[in-house]
């Protein structure tokens, strides 16, 4: 019997909130019907909306749902709380993804069928939809992983990934629990350390709701932070 927590962080996502957990709790309860057990966790990183009341009125009728709230912090440190929350409480798979209706359920099955042959599966998007400055940083973040991992990651920091929790609790010793690019750091040092990767093209669609807060000026300091941060990093890898 496997162990599987989908672990979504969310930010003022109270339009998208809704929607996105009754897309995933389905996916929740056929891991279940399978002989499996499994939890959609939300964890709201400080919102300024009513996120966080909305997913605590859904979970009455959603008994696979456990919304979880935390003090802002950032995507990239919310995402490794909920990795830390999930191996903490015994899961042996962890799903990720965002809570903006960006990514579909129906492409997490590929992974769950494959998920003993592979220790991380990570989704790539092609063609995706959701602008053009996201598109730059994908770019940017690739060169990036490039001059300090020495590797080459098409799409290192993809919000659809299946990880077995025992290989994932090893690469989490390496990151800093503040780690601005979570799943960056993740992939490349899976891709380092030749774990065994699976990739996919997945579907990525424009947000369902709410503001892209990417813009030009913060490309730039994504970009220029990432560069050191993931240096950090690998010192602490090579140690």
């Known amino acids: 019997m496997d162990k599987l927590y989908i672990v979504m962080p969310a930010y003022n996502e109270a339009e998208n909130i809704e929607e ?4 995933w709790c389905p996916v929740a309860e056929r891991v279940q ?22 997913m605590c009125e859904l979970q009455g009728a959603k008994p696979l749902f456990t919304p979880l709230t935390k003090p802002n912090s950032g995507h990239g440190a919310t995402v490794l709380f909920l990795y830390n929350y999930a191996i903490q ?4 798979y962890v799903f990720q993804t965002d809570s903006d209706g960006q990514t579909l359920p129906d492409e997490f099955w590929q992974m769950w069928q494959n998920r ?15 602008g053009f400055s996201r598109i730059v940083v994908t770019k940017i973040l690739r060169l990036v992983v490039f001059l300090t991992f020495g590797v080459w990651v098409k799409d290192s920091n993809t919000p659809f990934r299946l990880m077995k929790a025992e290989r994932l609790k090893e690469i989490l010793k390496y990151i800093p629990s503040d780690f601005f690019l979570a799943n960056v ?5 899976a891709v380092k350390k030749e774990e065994k990767i ?4 997945i579907t990525f669609r424009p947000r369902q ?12 300091k994504i970009g220029w932070k990432a560069l050191g941060d993931l240096k950090h990093v690998n010192k602490n890898l090579k140690q």
Do not use: H, M
């Not at 003993?116 to 959701?130: L, M």
């Not at 750091?185 to 040092?189: D, E, R």
């Not at 709701?209 to 730039?220: A, D, E, P, Y």
């Open 20 to 23: 996105t957990v009754n897309q």
């Open 33 to 54: 019907q399978e002989g499996n057990v499994c939890q959609l966790v939300v964890a709201d990183d400080g919102s300024k909306d009513n996120t966080f009341s909305k």
């Open 89 to 92: 409480n015994g899961a042996t």
């Open 116 to 130: 003993e042959t592979f220790d991380f599966q990570i989704g790539t998007r092609d063609g995706r939809k959701d």
């Open 185 to 189: 750091a993740v992939s490349a040092i």
């Open 198 to 201: 699976a990739w996919y093209p």
């Open 209 to 220: 709701g709410g503001v892209n807060s990417i813009n030009l000026k913060r490309i730039i």
